[in-house]
């Protein structure tokens, strides 16, 4: 059974590196068309990975699979809002924000790693875990609906921090996370961002782990699922990050997701949800929930504003959520 971990982290760290190595041949920011073509690939490698399950295990883990993997898609949406707001507050230039994004993926990947490990081992040992994850997820889904505050909010202290232990440059000059000045050690906005974004997700985790918890335990599923939605992140965020200011009400449809996992976890043993009726809940949450937004930016006057954050200026992103 080990060897099919093995083959699927060799095979995505494969795709990872074919991503970096044409991002860093490009020596640019990166551009819509290919955002959408690598955004594809992610989407193309998940589809055919759920078609193979199904061929190898039936429908119904594939089936689990899908639910698991749009799960922790949708609940990406949180990081996307925090990476826009952290590189609007460090005035990190689009250029350089791909060369960021890859190594906080790449950490979260092996954080979620470990995480999931951990969860599969709580959840068979102490079974009443379920109903703290429920619980959890419940009050995280209550707590989203009344979210406030500038998401970047954290970039200010982390700042605070580091300058307290080393020297940090006023601006980003290149894409170094390092740099000399007057021959003494600075750190970059670029490294403090990275600190913040690595943060960030480790603390989204908690959500979208129990969440995804709440629709399988199958630990391979669990960690294929994860894997692929956090891989294809770096690429979704240059896709979509100039739309999430107009996304005010996915929020609702991710806490929707949150209670309605969270419940499936309490009522477990009552209550036997089909995996279909799972699948469908989340979509249609999504879809309502960005339709909705859709439909409300759309009466609006465009505010030219609401894209400031790719002008690359220190700042703050008032718009988000």
Same mark, same amino acid.
């Given at each position: 059974m080990i060897w099919t971990y093995v083959v699927f982290t060799i095979g995505v760290l494969v795709v990872?590196?074919?991503?970096?190595?044409?991002?860093?041949?490009?020596?640019?920011?990166?551009?819509?068309?290919?955002?959408?073509?690598?955004?594809?690939?992610? +989407?193309?490698?998940?589809?055919?990975?759920?078609?193979?399950?199904?061929?190898?295990?039936?429908?119904?883990?594939?089936?689990?699979?899908?639910?698991?993997?749009?799960?922790?898609?949708?609940?990406?949406?949180?990081?996307?809002?925090?990476?826009?707001?952290?590189?609007?507050?460090?005035?990190?230039?689009?250029?350089y924000q791909h060369r960021v994004l890859f190594w906080g993926i790449l950490g979260a990947v092996v954080m979620r790693g470990s995480m999931v490990a951990a969860g599969i081992a709580l959840l068979s040992r102490f079974t009443w875990i379920t109903y703290v994850f429920g619980a959890f997820l419940v009050y995280a889904? $209550?707590?989203?609906?009344?979210?406030?505050?500038?998401?970047?909010?954290?970039?200010?202290?982390?700042?605070?921090?580091?300058?307290?232990?080393?020297?940090?440059?006023a601006e980003c000059r290149d894409a170094s996370f390092f740099q000399r000045v007057d021959g003494r050690l600075h750190v970059t906005p670029l490294f403090v961002a990275l600190i913040v974004i690595?943060?960030?997700?480790?603390?989204?985790?908690?959500?979208?782990l129990p969440a995804v918890f709440g629709v399988t335990r199958d630990p391979f599923i669990v960690y294929t699922s994860n894997m692929l939605a956090v891989l294809g992140l770096r690429s979704l965020y240059f896709l979509v990050s100039g739309f999430i200011?107009?996304?005010?009400?996915?929020?609702?449809?991710?806490?929707?997701?949150?209670?309605?996992?969270?419940?499936?976890?309490?009522?477990?043993?009552?209550?036997?949800?089909? $995996?279909?009726?799972?699948?469908?809940?989340?979509?249609?949450? +999504?879809?309502?929930?960005?339709?909705?937004?859709? +439909?409300?930016?759309?009466?609006?006057?465009?505010d030219p504003g609401r894209r400031g954050h790719r002008s690359g200026k220190r700042g703050r992103d008032d718009a988000l959520w």
């Amino acid at each position: 059974m080990i060897w099919t971990y093995v083959v699927f982290t060799i095979g995505v760290l494969v795709v990872v590196g074919i991503d970096l190595g044409l991002a860093t041949r490009a020596h640019a920011a990166p551009t819509m068309r290919g955002a959408a073509v690598w955004s594809a690939v992610w +989407i193309a490698l998940a589809v055919g990975f759920g078609f193979w399950i199904a061929h190898r295990r039936g429908t119904a883990d594939a089936l689990t699979f899908f639910a698991a993997y749009l799960t922790e898609d949708s609940l990406s949406l949180d990081n996307i809002v925090v990476f826009v707001a952290v590189f609007a507050y460090f005035g990190v230039p689009l250029a350089y924000q791909h060369r960021v994004l890859f190594w906080g993926i790449l950490g979260a990947v092996v954080m979620r790693g470990s995480m999931v490990a951990a969860g599969i081992a709580l959840l068979s040992r102490f079974t009443w875990i379920t109903y703290v994850f429920g619980a959890f997820l419940v009050y995280a889904g $209550i707590r989203a609906l009344r979210k406030t505050g500038d998401p970047s909010a954290a970039g200010g202290r982390m700042l605070r921090l580091v300058a307290r232990f080393v020297p940090v440059t006023a601006e980003c000059r290149d894409a170094s996370f390092f740099q000399r000045v007057d021959g003494r050690l600075h750190v970059t906005p670029l490294f403090v961002a990275l600190i913040v974004i690595e943060l960030s997700d480790a603390v989204f985790a908690t959500d979208s782990l129990p969440a995804v918890f709440g629709v399988t335990r199958d630990p391979f599923i669990v960690y294929t699922s994860n894997m692929l939605a956090v891989l294809g992140l770096r690429s979704l965020y240059f896709l979509v990050s100039g739309f999430i200011p107009r996304l005010r009400y996915v929020r609702y449809g991710l806490a929707a997701i949150l209670v309605f996992v969270g419940g499936k976890m309490l009522l477990g043993e009552v209550i036997d949800v089909p $995996i279909w009726l799972s699948l469908a809940v989340i979509v249609l949450a +999504i879809a309502v929930a960005t339709a909705a937004s859709l +439909i409300a930016a759309s009466r609006e006057p465009d505010d030219p504003g609401r894209r400031g954050h790719r002008s690359g200026k220190r700042g703050r992103d008032d718009a988000l959520w």
